[in-house]
């Protein structure tokens, strides 16, 4: 799929409109439309080029946006993230969490180390801060537990905010998760609009399960230290054509910090002497590197700095399966129900889904919907 998409990226880049459209499923409304979006697309493979062509390990490519102006992408990304302090007052919020001069580790990444599931796509809902919760919370409850579960952003847009796709933050979706519990991903599935809360689904965190969150300090060391206790949910800015074009390398400018989208921190680490930030974002595969952006620890990038905060839970591993009658460990792939449970008039297994059931919103590059623009 990676040969596939680089073929196209290449194609594209020399300028075949036709490849891009069909690559991405695009279609317009009318030749007027198309005209335009060609013509902006054209603009943008320009700004590639010229960013590309720099002795910089910043590089710029072709993905989902690049026919959109600047304010069409702002709407097509879905930056949907509310200041937090407009829900301060009943938040579990448990102190503020700061660097105390601990020994840093020189690199951290929680997704190589299994704490972070696969790439997700928002589409344009403004449910960025969904999937920033989510994966805050699948970070935590798999570093308390050792099971990582894909968990629901569409039960935090339905359930937790009458905002929904017009936006929310992770402080709030966690003080709700503070007092209900968690479904699963494949129970309740991703929608990308505005639904109807469920009350049946599969348990991912059990009721209490979830303790409330820790804010962090402004400091690069603070995030730093924060991240050994698992990913973030942070806020940045996302609206700027840096972002726009993102392909791979470190972005150390061009994004400013008015912050409009909620996003996860993973980790952090050096390349050639530059440290960065390592951020899973929710608009695919194949935006991005593979759907991840490294950011310069170097100044407040993208305003990265401001609004970081991490969930804490209240969990303990579960039991390994118990052997079969011969003695032997389960080999029919069946898996055991969690300890947590299901919830519902159903009886809804984790492994076992209404017929409402959908896949997780894991988009491979070759998945893609016809969009209409």
């Not at 069946?334 to 059931?357: C, F, M, N, P």
Request: net charge negative; proline share 2%; glycine share 12%.
């Amino acid at each position: 799929m990676k040969l596939v998409f680089a073929a196209c990226v290449a194609s594209a880049a020399a300028g075949d409109w036709e490849e891009y459209k069909r690559f991405f499923g695009k279609v317009y409304n009318g030749d007027d439309a198309e005209a335009s979006h060609k013509a902006t697309f054209e603009s943008n493979l320009a700004v590639i080029t010229e960013q590309n062509a720099k002795n910089e390990s910043l590089k710029f490519g072709i993905n989902q946006f690049t026919d959109l102006t600047q304010q069409q992408f702002e709407i097509a990304g879905g930056l949907g993230w509310i200041p937090l302090e407009k829900d301060l007052s009943s938040l579990p919020s448990l102190g503020e969490h700061s660097h105390q001069g601990e020994a840093l580790a020189s690199s951290l990444d929680w997704q190589k180390s299994g704490a972070v599931t696969a790439v997700k796509d928002q589409g344009g809902c403004g449910s960025c801060w969904a999937f920033s919760t989510t994966g805050c919370l699948e970070g935590a409850w798999q570093l308390a537990t050792g099971s990582l579960i894909s968990m629901s952003e569409q039960q935090f847009m339905d359930c937790s905010s009458d905002n929904g796709c017009g936006g929310g933050s992770m402080g709030a979706a966690i003080n709700y998760a503070h007092s209900t519990t968690v479904a699963t991903e494949s129970s309740y599935s991703y929608k990308g609009t505005n639904g109807k809360c469920k009350s049946s689904y599969s348990v991912a965190i059990p009721s209490g399960g979830v303790s409330g969150y820790k804010r962090v300090g402004s400091h690069v060391s603070d995030l730093k230290s924060a991240l050994a206790h698992g990913p973030l949910s942070v806020a940045i800015e996302a609206d700027q054509k840096s972002f726009q074009h993102y392909s791979s390398g470190i972005l150390s400018s061009g994004c400013g910090t008015k912050l409009d989208h909620g996003v996860l921190v993973v980790g952090y680490g050096t390349d050639k002497g530059h440290e960065y930030f390592r951020v899973k974002n929710s608009w695919g595969h194949s935006w991005g590197d593979s759907g991840y952006i490294r950011l310069s620890t170097s100044g407040n990038v993208c305003g990265i700095l401001n609004q970081a905060i991490y969930a804490q839970v209240s969990g303990s591993p579960a039991p390994g399966p118990s052997p079969t009658p011969s003695g032997r460990r389960r080999s029919d792939g069946r898996r055991r129900r969690r300890r947590s449970g299901e919830v519902g008039d159903d009886e809804v297994g984790d492994d076992e889904v209404g017929d409402d059931e959908v896949e997780d919103n894991e988009i491979e590059d070759d998945d893609i919907d016809a969009v209409v623009v």
